[in-house]
């Protein structure tokens, strides 16, 4: 019988005699290679040329070799990166990608990621394809997105800010090298007089009324288009001429007819201070800023909020003085759902009874007036005869007309007094809203008065003094300079504003 105690011990000695001898061809062998290293080192541990070898390792400095490596791979890394960025540049500039839902590769905020009709109708800068043609709508810009057709959209405006006839713009479409079938993206702003998106949006309505189909509007500023790698231009290209056939959509222009008389809701677009002096009848004001974050439209659920009080189901008559910052509102309403129709102020003063009356003279005592210290304002008024424009001026008189703006301005705040403005404009509207309105036939009047900067310093309703004259006092407590006056004049609710009929210096 076996010892399995001696059994067990005879199995560990042969176990151990084992390893010896296998320890002992190991312990020979590296003794043979560190001698082999020792001799060729200096040649394994770099190339001929003396340069660093990261596959050669040193093994009589095995830790000083292996701090050179990771010194060398981090150098190696340095080098390699902006190439890698370089080629990715070029790849996407070549064939952009559509970005994904939540993707961050979009310069755009996330916040303002779109989805449904918002996406089919915004477009980030990766999301124009090389088959896209996009137009820069832009007055005086100095760069362009790489490849885009510059049109000015004020080209499509004619005198007094109206829109011109369809063949007409038409032949300015095709002249640009633009057809009906070309898939666009509209980009650019009125960059003297701001508005951000407007122009675009404005030009996105004009094709979609033209009936062209394929049409979107850049969600991106040149700032963003550069930072999400695509490359600009200083010059824009030439397209050759084509012809564009319109196929036009008349139910998303409004007509005076079809405000009157067409049951729809009405939206004034522009902001509070201007839809105080008067607006259409039965108009609600939603400001074209109300649906701007940052120079875009708004996202979704937030557009939702703004329209809150407009009912779905009815038609919505949205504008502004001429139109153009309307066309935001107009954007975001469809985009939401809505049948909207554009439509200006212009046109609906047009269609109205001129005013009865005419302004005559208008003067502040003293003037200069030191700061501080009160002036009074004085505006003299007289019966219209007959229209301003075929009424004789008798010889040396100087009369006080009013002119439409033709400017890209189309109702900012500052719309008394905006330096961006060559000509003076003409407010004309309908509120019970507004202060200064008289439903009982007499003419009333209002001074409003706006700083060097072509903000409002003050606004004061005047007295009627005498026959149709007006009187009030300002208390000149503003900083020195020359201040601006306009007059808003009302009567049964028909309203008129002379704007910057008078300079008042302000001194220390």
Known sequence: MLNMQSLAG????????????????????????????????????????????????????????????????????????????????????????????????????????????????????????????????????????????????????????????VPEIAALLGKAGISSNDSLVITGECLPCGGGPSPAAFTYWLLRYLGHDKVRVLDASIEDWEAAGLNISVEPAIRPETTYTPALRPELLATYDFVVNGGAQIVDA??????????????????????????????????????????????????????VEASLVWLALTLSGYDARLYSLSDWLENQPSFGFELVDAEATPNPVRSGTSTTITASFRERQIEAAEEPSPEGEVRLTVMQCAGCGFGSQDIFANVNRKNGFVQVGYSGKASGDATDGSLRCTAVINSPGGQEAARMSLLHTSANKFMGIWNADVAPGVYRLSILASISSNSTTFPDILEIEVTD
């Not at 902006?82 to 970005?99: H, Y």
């Not at 961050?104 to 996330?110: C, D, L, V, W």
């Open 270 to 323: 522009r902001p509070a201070s201007d839809f105080s002096t008067g607006s259409i009848p039965g108009a609600i004001n939603i400001s074209y800023t109300e649906v701007m974050e940052k120079d875009r439209i708004k996202p979704e659920d937030d557009i939702r909020k703004t329209f809150a009080r407009l009912k779905e189901d009815k038609p919505v008559v949205v504008y502004t003085n001429m139109g």
């Open 10 to 165: 005879h199995k560990n000695y042969r176990q151990n005699e084992a390893a010896g001898r296998i320890w002992g061809r190991t312990a020979a062998f590296c003794a043979i290679l560190m001698l082999f290293a020792l001799l060729m080192g200096p040649a394994l541990a770099g190339t001929e040329t003396g340069e660093f070898c990261p596959t050669c390792p040193d093994w009589s400095d095995i830790d000083g070799w292996l701090a050179k490596k990771a010194a060398y791979e981090q150098e190696q890394q340095k080098i390699a990166q902006p190439q890698g960025q370089e080629t990715q540049l070029k790849v996407q500039n070549l064939d952009p990608a559509p970005v994904q839902a939540g993707s961050n590769s979009s310069p755009t905020n996330e916040s303002l990621l779109r989805s449904g009709s918002f996406a089919r109708a915004l477009v980030s800068p990766t999301q124009v394809s090389p088959d896209d043609v996009v137009l820069d709508i832009s007055p005086s810009a100095t760069r362009f997105i790489e490849g885009s057709v510059n049109l000015n959209y004020e080209q499509f405006l004619g005198q007094g800010g109206k829109l011109k006839a």
